[in-house]
């Protein structure tokens, strides 16, 4: 008989760009990787995360999908910056995601409805308030080639725009994270095969 504990895989929610950002994006993790060493990045597609890393019992999936969907049908499209670039010292260099009412409520009323209706209490890491962002190289970049990584990116321009019309579920499958399932907001059909991320 399979234990409980065994049945628990680890799951998070995103906000995944669509092509061309998504291949910009990977585009630039892979020169994280080529340049500076620093491929941990490249274990997850390229998003914007809305609710941190969480488990789930795999024989409850259907329950987390059809309360996800529930969610994401009472939300309404907007649209999404990103801007530029910046850093967590010593180790994160990221793409900006520009802030907008849309976005923060998005984040405040996912983390309510965890909480009440999935009974999550880990969606923000250590209280900190939320800052959008695009991870492009973190905990596996050196510090003194983060130092040289953030001399070539901090005066770099990058600007792009797309519409936030769903939101990702992703699950690790024991090596790295895939988008798992797709809930698109109201009013939005989103195509039956949205393809699997793999790791390059």
């Keep these: 008989m399979v234990r409980s504990e065994e049945k628990l895989k680890q799951y998070f929610i995103a906000l995944v760009p669509p092509a061309p950002i998504y291949e910009e994006a990977m585009g630039l993790k892979l020169y994280f990787k080529d340049q500076y060493n620093s491929k941990a990045s490249l274990n997850s597609p390229p998003h914007i995360t809305l609710h941190m890393p969480f488990k789930w019992r795999t024989d409850r999936e259907d329950d987390l999908i059809q309360s996800l969907g529930k969610f994401s049908s009472i939300h309404q499209p907007f649209s999404l ?87 990702s ?4 499958n024991g090596k790295i994270w895939e988008v798992f399932h797709d809930f698109g907001f109201m009013n939005v059909v989103l195509k039956p095969d949205t393809g699997q991320f793999k790791s390059r």
């Design 81 to 167: 910056e990103l801007l530029n670039f910046n850093s967590f010292p010593p180790r994160v260099i990221f793409m900006e995601a520009v802030k907008s009412d849309a976005l923060e409520s998005l984040y405040k009323d996912l983390h309510r409805y965890c909480k009440k209706e999935l009974n999550l209490f880990n969606a923000a890491y250590k209280d900190l308030a939320f800052h959008p962002h695009l991870t492009l190289a973190f905990r596996d970049l050196k510090k003194h080639l983060f130092i040289k990584a953030w001399e070539e990116f901090q005066q770099k321009k990058y600007s792009a725009g797309f519409v936030v019309d769903k939101i």
């Design 169 to 172: 579920l992703l699950k690790h």
